[in-house]
């Protein structure tokens, strides 16, 4: 599918609307073929080795147990493999992106929505990813509760946030009252490159879950 294609369904999508799931599932899974071609080529995404080496620069121990969620083709996989992760799981909507994350070093890859309840029970893992789901018409701030709920205490949380979107869906402030609530403790919040041939900027967030 060519970009313009792939932007065509997005333009059908209500980007307001972040309940999206069939539609957003079947965007993927016409996307997922064509998605590392216009990720390096057309959109020029670094939010997954820019978000992988954020996490590294508190997250020593490689053995970690980690979850990406909405990993997609395992573009997140591919760095944390590269950086001497050994333990990391994904989980996405759509199962066409997760069929070509398989040879990227995942333990388990499965199905799940961050607009549901995910099937990971509490306090499962060490540290969780998520880049590029909170964005236009996907998963909104709502999703912290669930990333929390799936992470260890003093586990990390290492999340973009597509500048467009920030405040818009409000971002910016949920992440403050998880703060003011002592629900996590940012590390870190910046705003950098995220996709760098569209000119579109990403806040990159890391937080440590009380
Ligand atoms: C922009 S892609 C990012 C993929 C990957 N994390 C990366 O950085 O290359 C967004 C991904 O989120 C997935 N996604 C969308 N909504 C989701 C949801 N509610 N729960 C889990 N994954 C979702 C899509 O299927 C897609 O694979």
Known sequence: MSRKEGLKNYEELNLNDTKNDH???????????KYDYDNDNVLGTVSQPKSVNLLSTKLKDKTAKIIDVGCGTGLVGKNLKALGYICFDGIDISEEMLAIAKPRGYTNLFVGSLNKQLPVLENTYDSAMCVGVFTHGHVSSDGFNELCRIVKPGGYLCFTINEGVFQKYGFEETIKEFEVNNKWRVVSLYKDDYMTLENVKGYYCLATVN
């Open 23 to 33: 539609r957003l599932a079947e965007v993927y899974r016409d996307w997922a073929k």
